[in-house]
């Protein structure tokens, strides 16, 4: 499909000043897979902000104990909309315009392969969104006040059946997640036929970069896992609505039902929100230590062999519901599993940097970042993995601290490490290295501050939910240390964001390559104009442009 | 300075096309992919439901087994890929013919469901929230039936256009992709027949 003879001369588009209407009209119905990637990370980035003020509140409640600054149903609320926001306005959006705007850039494509159905996707999840926050303004009804869902992020049915929870609130739940999770079909479909059918001349499967083998596995994982959770919602509204009785245990309805098919969506979700931080990973690294990536085929092998283990490892998020001994046994072998091709992951990328010439810019700071958190996370997970240890901390903030570790510790350093390199690809202007080592270390120290004593806390048996606890159980000094380390967290985004404002003013020009890059978006303008490549590229290895620099001594002479 | 113009094309490229998959395959494989796992879902929710309702109408009772609208759906599959054939052959008038069965086809397993739903609520009692089986009967068919309905709305169109002389056969692709939704809802049928009027019974 892809046609290598396109007309060389254009003419110079003549710059010119657009009014405000006819901007926002050039946003509000662009199909351009740069702009959409785009509005996805900027809905993605304010909604974190909206859930980390969540939080805050929950934190600033829990510093002290017997504290009294947020009620106990606030307090529901605030979790459930914090976990569902993160999960599903945060991570998967990250997914969606990470893969948009890199994935045809780094494949040599002019676009995704379905621009129409991209922008659809884009709104249809936004939509979710929105109607997932009018909870606040009309949760209980027309008529009555607003109030948002406090069922928590994977709302157990049959706490979310009619009978325990009143009003509409939960509906909103419903509807805005199954309608943005539409929106993540849409755009993991386009992903997948992107990288299948768009790739330039040359651009062999085994030539893609990391990043795109990543996003590919990650669309499809999304297109098997999502449709669980949809069809868990789809019987829950019907129960709701049409008074079915999927989840009613008085008509014979079981109770566990709805717990397996969210965690069948739920546990893989997990690797779909980590995925854009590997394949940030594999492409950041490599350019910093100067050396290629170690071990390529093994490291797409491990991204596949986790696609596909992480579908036969739910249950153990259920170990505490009395399982037979063999599921529990299988679920402990089959989740201790996956920390083998993420060990192999952990191992090649610090092989990647072993005797490489290291430069320890931000974005690499944020990569090393990313490798000893997400290394810890990965071994209580391998701990929570094992059911009588399950058993003890199931449900304590040792399982908090836990995953927040793989999802700030490893998702959010690597998107940052992402956002500091592909800052300069986007708008053409360099982020502040100095003012980024301070969001660096400001957002490191907060964050370990913060969820470091939560696993002692846990361990102390602190259980998850608890709007406050009383004094004495040891767990004050924790909750205390953890709460301060948010303060840390907050300057360090403050910092982020004030590092943006001020390079999208006035930043350093990046010209098209400032980090001597050796994949194809960087062959293109800064911003890339909207057609990407005026000529598409023809590639001959993994690494084009590193052929394109060093002509005597090509890629392509070893692949 | 757009690099990607001065990537020197390797000689042997140029020469040899460069193909990849069509995306209109690729894309229409994956939504297939992807409503597999929801069918799945709800076929495993039946399947782990059965014998559990508490109370009456059980299946062995009310449903009886739909010859007639199944023989109907699985040969709506046949006539779609005659119509086909007839559009690559450019027969514009057997196309017509072909498709038209391939609606009516579909048309009548509704008009079956519709009936049998009729029979089952008004006769039977059976509704949505009389029992376990209701709940999963209703929801099981139901979602197969939407399905039913959004490929008839897509064939009445292609019909309608077609009737009023647009040139189909530039659409050949698209016509294809519509006839892979058609045979996924049929073989779909065949698994929710299997489940729910045979094993189920």
Redesign the interface.
């Known amino acids: 499909?892809?046609s290598?003879d396109y007309p060389?001369e254009r003419p110079e588009a003549a710059p010119r000043e657009f009014s405000f209407s006819e901007s926002l009209y050039k946003w509000v119905a662009t199909v351009d897979h740069k702009r959409l990637g785009l509005m996805y990370m900027v809905s993605a980035l304010v909604f974190l902000v909206i859930a980390g003020i969540m939080a805050s509140v929950m934190r600033l409640q829990l510093a002290v104990p017997n504290n009294h600054l947020v009620g106990p149903a606030t307090f529901n609320r605030l979790f459930t909309m914090h976990g569902t926001t993160m999960v599903f306005l945060v991570g998967m959006p990250i997914v969606a315009g990470m893969a948009n705007y890199l994935v045809p850039l780094m494949i040599?494509a002019r676009d995704m392969?379905?621009p129409r159905l991209n922008a659809f996707g884009f709104w249809i999840f936004l939509f979710g969104g929105v109607l997932l926050y009018y909870s606040y303004l009309g949760g209980s009804g027309l008529s009555g006040a607003g109030s948002a869902p406090d069922v928590g992020w994977f709302a157990y049915a049959p706490l979310t059946e009619k009978a325990f929870s009143h009003g509409a609130s939960t509906d909103f739940w419903a509807l805005g997640v199954l309608v943005s999770g539409f929106g993540s079909?849409a755009s993991?479909?386009?992903v997948?036929?992107?990288c299948?059918?768009?790739?330039?001349?040359?651009m062999t499967l085994a030539r893609m970069p990391v990043f795109v083998w990543v996003m590919l596995v990650d669309a499809?994982l999304v297109?098997?896992?999502?449709?669980?959770l949809?069809?868990?919602q789809?019987?829950l509204l019907?129960d709701r609505f049409?008074?079915?009785?999927?989840f009613d245990t008085q008509?014979?309805?079981?109770a566990v039902?709805w717990q397996h098919?969210f965690w069948?969506f739920g546990h893989p979700e997990v690797y779909i929100l980590i995925f854009p931080a590997f394949g940030t990973l594999s492409e950041v690294i490599p350019i910093f230590a100067r050396k290629p990536i170690f071990g390529r085929p093994a490291m797409v092998g491990a991204v596949v062999a986790i696609g596909f283990i992480s579908l036969g490892v739910w249950a153990h998020h259920m170990f505490a519901i009395g399982m037979t001994s063999w599921s529990n046994t299988f679920f402990a072998a089959a989740s201790m599993l996956v920390g083998v091709p993420t060990g192999i992951k952990i191992f090649n990328w610090t092989a990647t940097m072993y005797g490489g010439k290291i430069r320890f810019a931000v974005s690499m700071m944020f990569c090393c970042g990313f490798l000893l958190q997400f290394l810890v996370a990965g071994l209580t997970g391998i701990m929570l993995a094992i059911a009588p240890f399950d058993w003890q901390l199931h449900d304590s903030y040792f399982v908090v601290a836990h995953f927040h570790f793989t999802l700030i510790g490893g998702l959010v350093f690597g998107v940052f490490a992402g956002i500091y390199y592909w800052f300069p690809k986007v708008t053409g202007k360099m982020l502040s290295e100095t003012l980024g080592k301070w969001h660096f270390w400001l957002f490191c120290i907060g964050f370990n501050l913060t969820f470091i004593p939560l696993h002692f806390a846990g361990m102390l048996g602190m259980p998850r939910r608890i709007y406050t606890y009383a004094a004495g159980r040891g767990w004050e000094s924790w909750n205390t240390i953890a709460t301060i380390g948010v303060f840390f967290q907050i300057a360090g985004i403050a910092c982020f964001a004030w590092n943006v404002i001020q390079s999208v003013r006035s930043g350093k020009a990046a010209g098209?390559?400032p980090w001597d890059a050796w994949t194809?978006e960087?062959?293109?303008?800064s911003p890339p104009p909207e057609y990407n490549?005026?000529?598409?590229?023809?590639?001959?290895s993994s690494r084009?442009?590193w052929?394109?620099k060093h002509?005597q001594d090509p890629d392509?002479k070893y692949d | 300075m757009a690099a990607s113009a001065i990537v020197p094309p390797s000689p042997e490229l140029l020469e040899s096309e460069w193909k990849t998959p069509d995306r209109g395959k690729v894309g229409i494989t994956f939504l297939i992919l992807t409503e597999t796992s929801l069918f799945t879902m709800f076929v495993a929710t039946y399947l782990i439901y059965i014998g559990k309702s508490l109370t009456g109408p059980y299946p062995k009772d009310v449903l009886e087994i739909p010859i007639l609208a199944t023989i109907c759906l699985l040969s709506s599959s046949g006539t779609i890929v005659f119509a086909e054939h007839a559009l690559e052959r450019e027969e514009l008038g057997r196309f017509k013919v072909w498709w038209l069965a391939t609606l009516l086809l579909g048309l009548i397993f509704l008009a079956y469901t519709g009936i049998e739903w009729r029979h089952l609520i008004y006769v039977d009692h059976l509704t949505i929230s009389t029992n376990l089986f209701g709940t999963t009967f209703y929801s099981l068919v139901g979602l197969h039936a939407s399905h039913v309905i959004v490929g008839a709305v897509f064939l009445t169109l292609v019909l309608v256009v077609t009737l009023r002389g647009f040139p189909i056969a530039t659409q050949k692709r698209r016509v294809m992709f519509l006839s892979w939704y058609w045979h996924f809802v049929d073989a779909v049928w065949v698994v929710v027949f299997t489940v729910v009027y045979i094993i189920g019974r």
Do not use: Q, Y
């Open positions: 499909m892809a290598i060389l040599g392969a379905f079909i993991a479909i386009n997948i036929a992107t299948v059918s768009l790739r330039c001349p040359g499809w297109l098997v896992v999502l449709p669980p949809s069809a868990a789809i019987m019907l049409l008074g079915a009785h999927f008509f014979g309805g079981s039902l098919m069948i098209d390559d194809l960087w062959a293109t303008t490549f005026e000529k598409l590229p023809v590639v001959r084009p442009l052929d394109l002509p392509w």
